[in-house]
Structures are given as structure tokens and as C-alpha cells.
């Protein structure tokens, strides 16, 4: 199958097959997520540029030309992707298991199992492989040969320290991830933007390389930060839609806040528009109102979430059926629309940075990158808490099915 002259033969060599392909695969990695993304990632769990299960892999893949002595491409590529699955799947159990972290989720490919692995995935690896073997390691394999054994030795010796620290390192980086991102939602209403800002930026590496990580913090956050707010929220949400549908004055303070935003014509325009179960200027004002009087329950800048949760809506079409000029139709609204409502509204009103921050990352987790302020968090977790509400009373009045008669018992 593949010519043993070019296998790995000593430990020595297969270290230094280990750190090449190790590193191969950061820079492949690096390029697919910094692509999706659109900015620059270091992928992978370690701290260095390298990722460990390329390095494994291209062993096993080698390993296994060193079994098949028959040249039969469909067999080997078979084999290995049966190889290469089922030590992706490992791998995955064993940061779910020992991290406590789902660091990537197949679950919305088809014919994934756990999440864990899935089919499309795996008939990649098996291709890249069968390319690897091939045409690939010839040629690392004999810049390894041609390495001095002195050199090559001091270099397998110096690799393999720095990867225990490595993984040591970034194994307590994942750990420190989970109590932290635990710690700051238990804790949230008691800090302060710096140091709210501070935690968020120890995620971001993890954060960028899985992005899968989102959904955890976001689990979390519904057990801490919605248990914390969900008897405010409960309770002033139902005052303030109250208020509002009997169309009466609300709050004189509120409404000095935010009058130049709802007088404004533009702005005025979002009534043209469904949204969940009104109009978006109807969900905007229960929104801000909503975060305007938690805020001001909290201690914190009730003027900028009053605002910010006003705007955070503010974009001119129907998100249903969108088109140029105003979004393309080939573009998700929920990524795209916050930043349209945040040049909307800078165009007509003058914006405080904590004011830009609530309309632009009101969508997180959905959008990555996380909010800066804790007025930002209120804005977000309202809205999701209002959304859902105003998408299930919407659902149960287009529902067919009969109203459940109360027992007189």
C-alpha cells in the first residue's frame, strides 16, 4: 500500500510526524475558522500552534499503511475513516466526560452520533488522509530522514516537554472556563463593567476556537442570570405591559428618556412592521421599558438600557421576507439585523458607547462576540424573555386545537 521507506520507524521519527502534522493542522484549522468567522482564530485546545488530533490521527493513518500490504484505495480509505471517527468520537467523550465541555456539536449535521462525530465529517477525514499518505508524507517523511539524529533528538525531546506543559495548561484553561463562566453568572449583579469585561476576555481564545462553547455559556446563563432576574423580570414585565396596553402615561422619567426616539418618524415606521405578536415598536417599548426599570431596580444605567432596548429593533422591513436594499434574502436576519438597527440609529440619534453595545450584541450568543456592559446583558435577556412570551401568545391564538375546559372539581 505505502512504501515503508517513507513510514515512521523509530519513536524519534513518529514524535516528530506527531508535531508536523500536529502543526499542519492548526494551519488548516486556522484558515477554516478565521474564514467562517471573518477574523483571525487560534484554533484548536492548546495554547500553541498545534492541534493533537491531527497529530494522532496521521499516526493511525500511517499506522495502518503499515498493515495493508495490498494496494486497494477504497480499503484504506475506508479503514482509516472508520480509524479517524472513531478516535474523534473518543476524544469527544473524553472532554465532555473529564472537561465537562462540549468543545464542538455535530448535532444539526445528519447521521451524527452524540453530536460527536457525523457522516459528512467523516468521509473528509478519510479523503484527507488517502491524500496525506499518498502525495503528503513522502515528502515530510524524507525531510525527517534528512534531519542530523542528534538534532532530531534534542528537537522529539524539547517537543514532547512542551506539549505535557501545553496540555496541562490549556487543560486548566478549559477547566478555568467552566467555573468561571459559572462564577460570573452567579455573581453578575455585583460586578463591575471592568470587571465583567475582564472574565468575558479570558474566554475569548476558547470562545473563538469552539464556538460550540457559546451554547454552553448560554445554558448557563438560563440557570444563573434567569434565575437571578426571572422574579424582577416576572414581575415588572407584567406591570409594564399593563401599563402599556391601557395606553396611559407610564413613567415621566422613562418617557423624557427616550420621547426624541419615539417622536422621531422614522422610528415611527417600525409600527408598519409584524413582529411576534404586534408590531416591532410594540416589542421595542416593552422591551426598554422592561430593562429601563430592572436597570433602575440593579443600580445601574437605566438611561442607556431605556435607549439602547428602544433601538435595538430598529430596522425597516420585514424580517420574513427580506430583499435588497435592505438585507439581502441569502443573509440570516438574526446575525445581521442588530447591526443594521445600530447604523440605523446612529444615523438619527447620538448613541453613548453603552447605548451602541446593547443594540449591536443584543442577538448573543447567537452573534459571537459577547456583550461589554451589564446593562447590555439586561437588554439581551429581556428581549429573549419578551420574545417568547409575545411567540407563544401569538402560537396559542393561531393554535386549532380546543381550549382545555377547567375541571369544577
Known amino acids: 500500500m505505502l512504501d515503508h521507506a517513507v513510514l515512521p520507524i523509530s519513536f524519534i521519527d513518529s514524535i516528530l510526524v506527531f508535531v508536523v502534522y500536529s502543526f499542519a493542522g492548526w494551519i488548516v484549522e486556522v484558515i477554516y475558522r478565521s474564514w467562517t468567522q471573518k477574523q483571525f482564530v487560534n484554533a484548536g485546545f492548546l495554547y500553541g500552534p498545534f492541534v493533537p488530533l491531527y497529530g494522532m490521527g496521521a499516526l493511525l493513518v500511517l499506522g495502518i499503511g ?18 479517524l471517527t472513531i478516535l474523534e468520537y473518543i476524544i469527544g467523550f473524553i472532554s465532555e466526560k473529564v472537561l465537562g465541555l462540549k468543545l464542538w456539536d455535530y448535532s444539526s449535521n445528519r447521521f451524527n452520533l452524540h453530536g460527536r462525530i ?18 503528503v508524507h513522502p515528502k515530510v517523511s524524507s525531510a525527517i530522514h534528512a534531519l542530523d539524529y542528534a538534532f532530531a533528538k534534542t528537537g522529539a525531546i524539547v517537543f514532547s516537554g512542551y506539549y505535557v506543559i501545553d496540555i496541562i495548561l490549556s487543560t486548566a484553561s478549559a477547566l478555568g472556563f467552566k467555573k468561571k463562566s459559572e ?8 460586578k463591575s463593567d471592568a470587571e465583567l469585561q475582564a472574565v468575558l476576555a479570558s474566554f475569548k481564545r476558547l470562545l473563538s476556537s469552539f464556538p460550540n462553547l457559546n451554547t454552553y455559556l448560554d445554558g448557563s446563563v438560563k440557570a444563573n442570570i434567569k434565575m437571578k432576574l426571572g422574579n424582577i423580570v416576572n414581575e415588572i414585565s407584567s406591570q409594564a405591559v399593563d401599563e402599556l396596553k391601557k395606553r396611559q402615561p407610564i413613567d ?9 426616539i419615539l417622536m422621531n418618524s422614522e422610528f415611527q415606521r417600525l409600527k408598519e412592521f409584524f413582529h411576534h405578536n404586534s408590531s416591532i415598536y410594540e416589542h421595542a417599548r416593552r422591551v426598554s421599558y422592561v430593562s429601563y426599570r430592572i436597570c433602575k431596580f440593579l443600580n445601574l444605567d437605566y438611561r442607556a438600557a431605556a435607549r439602547g432596548g428602544l433601538l435595538h429593533d430598529f430596522f425597516l422591513y420585514d424580517w420574513r421576507n427580506h430583499s435588497e436594499p435592505e438585507l439581502d434574502a441569502k443573509k440570516f436576519h438574526g446575525l445581521h ?46 428581549d429573549k424573555y419578551l420574545s417568547s412570551a409575545e411567540f407563544l401568545s401569538e402560537f396559542a391564538k393561531r393554535s386549532p386545537l380546543p381550549v382545555r375546559q377547567k375541571s369544577r372539581f
Open 183 to 190: 462564577d460570573l453568572l452567579s455573581t453578575f449583579s455585583t
Open 252 to 260: 415621566k422619567e422613562y418617557i423624557s428618556m427616550v420621547k426624541d
Open 118 to 135: 457525523c457522516l459528512s465529517f467523516s468521509v473528509t477525514w478519510a479523503v484527507l488522509a488517502y491524500v496525506l499518505a499518498i502525495f
Open 66 to 83: 503499515i498493515l495493508i500490504t495490498e494496494y486497494n484505495p477504497l480499503f484504506f480509505i475506508i479503514a482509516v475513516g472508520v480509524t
Open 337 to 382: 439585523h442588530p447591526k443594521i438597527a445600530l447604523k440605523n440609529s446612529m444615523r438619527y440619534f447620538a448613541l453613548s458607547d453603552k447605548e451602541k453595545d446593547i443594540i449591536v450584541k443584543h442577538m448573543w450568543p447567537l452573534t459571537f462576540t459577547p456583550p461589554r456592559y451589564r446593562e447590555s446583558f439586561v437588554v439581551t435577556f429581556v
